[in-house]
């Protein structure tokens, strides 16, 4: 019988070991998932942590490890909660304006002052005066692109007398996030810089007003053909004109742009700010015939183009789908724009008239501001730049990515670039 109740005994030993041992594990998960910025899965494994454990070092790690996550999640209500949780189990805890905000640590401070204040029960007074135990490594702050530091829980032989209580902060005090600031808001990110260059077209599209742009240019190539003519024949009067013309789209793009992504490593939304510089240009080709009641005949090749290279500051969100090394993405975005450029066209052909031939030719080159008087309507100096995309995301190292995407950029952009996070 003895030896049956020292075997149970053992074996109630072991499997307490073995639990604290799965319990220690999960804290250092869950550390893992907080130095990623990735605050939700890190509280669902600081709880399986605290509930396995019943150790107080590893309950202490736990418990703080929540208060910061909610702190972080603006929850200010539950980080409370929990920091009496650290301070019931670890009242001598200590933390450090070094490693973590300000607002935090003060209120760590006070709720940790008032449950000494309001005293301990006799079996966590003895608990407390234990003989020094192994330091606690304290939690990574968030990852923000300064050094990484650790910090040690100090522990006392006995336990501390318990100081004259601060004035107490108000709820509104408490809840209130406005000290946590844009730069405390930003700790636990990650941001993003990439480069990008690709080629622009309204080809796709072009069949929804193809006919009236090619009738609005060819209509002008025919003034001035006409009105080069009339200067070396008079008492010309137009007859048929058949113009046989293409038009064309295209142009590139490139830029620069950062993202932000405020759930750190483990966030999937951004919010990025860039500047873009795309050319657009809108050509016309081929050839146009014009007949006129004296039996005269003119021919001539042409062409004429529409360009401009706007530069533009763009403001994009963009979700990623998925945490693996390949995920799809949706992006969406607008920018703006100053809107200048140039419109020129060229012709040369024949006059024919019996036996009489002769050659003409013109060129001219105008600005949009020039353009605009000439056709009488007014071309916008500035435009709005609307974008919606699709792409793919590969991740090449951790840091360091490759993009593909396809979208609408105010025509159809398709585009790749290289991103390093940090």
Not at 316 to 322: A, H, K, T, Y
């Amino acid at each position: 019988m003895a030896v049956l109740l020292i075997l149970c005994l053992g074996a109630g030993v072991l499997t307490a070991q073995a639990q604290e041992n799965d319990a220690a594990a999960l804290l250092r998960q869950a550390d893992g998932y907080y130095a990623k910025g990735d605050y939700r899965l890190a509280i669902g494994t600081y709880l399986e942590a605290a509930a396995l454990s019943r150790s107080r070092l590893t309950q202490s790690g736990a418990y703080f490890g929540l208060a910061v996550c909610y702190f972080y999640e603006r929850d200010m209500a539950n980080s409370v909660k929990w920091m009496r949780q650290t301070a019931q189990v670890d009242p001598n805890k200590e933390i450090s304006e070094s490693f973590y905000p300000k607002a935090f640590v003060d209120l760590f401070r006070t709720v940790r002052d008032e449950v000494r204040a309001k005293g301990l029960p006799a079996e966590e007074a003895a608990a407390a005066a234990e003989p020094e135990r192994p330091a606690q490594k304290a939690l990574e702050p968030p990852p923000a692109g300064g050094e990484r530091a650790w910090e040690k829980d100090v522990q006392t032989e006995a336990p501390v007398a318990a100081p004259k209580p601060k004035p107490r902060r108000t709820r509104r005090e408490e809840l209130d996030p406005s000290p946590l600031s844009l730069a405390t808001l930003f700790k636990g990110g990650h941001w993003e810089i990439n480069v990008h260059t690709g080629s622009w077209t309204i080809d796709p599209v072009l069949g929804l007003f193809k006919d009236r742009l090619l009738d609005e240019m060819s209509e002008e190539l025919q003034i001035q053909m006409v009105k080069k003519l009339g200067q070396t024949y008079s008492g010309l009067i137009k007859a048929v004109y058949t113009p046989t013309l293409e038009l064309d789209s295209g142009g590139g793009n490139y830029g620069l742009e950062l993202r932000y992504y405020n759930r750190g490593w483990a966030g999937t939304f951004s919010f990025g700010v860039s500047l873009e510089k795309t050319r657009i240009r809108l050509s016309m080709n081929g050839s146009a015939e014009q007949t006129f009641t004296n039996g005269a005949k003119a021919s001539a090749e042409a062409s004429a183009a529409l360009e401009t290279s706007p530069l533009s500051t763009n403001f994009g969100f963009r979700w990623e789908l998925g945490h693996g090394r390949l995920k799809p993405f949706i992006s969406l975005g607008f920018g703006f724009a100053s809107f200048s450029g140039t419109a020129d066209y060229a012709y040369s052909g024949t006059y024919q008239l019996g036996s009489i031939q002769d050659t003409f030719s013109d060129e001219d080159t105008q600005t949009f501001e020039e353009l605009s008087e000439s056709i009488d309507f007014a071309i916008p100096q500035n435009i709005l730049i609307f974008q919606l995309g699709l792409g793919l995301k590969l991740d090449i190292l951790k840091s360091l990515s490759l993009l593909a995407e396809a979208g609408i950029w105010d025509g159809l952009l398709l585009r790749g670039g290289l991103a390093w996070r940090f």
